[in-house]
C-alpha cells in the first residue's frame, strides 16, 4: 500500500510540476523554448524535484494515516 501512496504522490508533484512551469514559461516563445538548452535544465529538473517531494508527500501521508 505504501507504493501505491507514493507512485500517486509521484504522479501528482510531477503534475503540479508541469503546471508550475507552465506558468513561469508561459512569455517564451516557441522557438526560445526549442533553442535555449539552459532553460531544459533548469525547468526540468524543478518538475522532477517536485515530482520526489510528491513522492515523498504520499509516503509521510501513509505513514501518519491509519491504513
Known amino acids: 500500500m505504501i507504493y501505491f501512496c507514493a507512485a500517486i504522490g509521484f504522479v501528482l508533484g510531477?503534475?503540479?510540476g508541469l503546471a508550475v512551469i507552465n506558468m513561469f514559461l508561459r512569455s517564451y516563445s516557441t522557438r526560445e523554448l526549442t533553442k535555449d538548452k539552459s532553460l531544459r535544465?533548469?525547468?526540468g529538473v524543478a518538475v522532477w524535484i517536485f515530482?520526489?517531494?510528491g513522492a515523498w508527500g504520499g509516503?509521510?501521508?501513509y505513514n501518519r494515516s491509519i491504513f
Open 14 to 16: 510531477f503534475f503540479a
Open 41 to 43: 535544465w533548469t525547468y
Open 51 to 53: 515530482a520526489g517531494l
Open 59 to 61: 509516503v509521510w501521508l
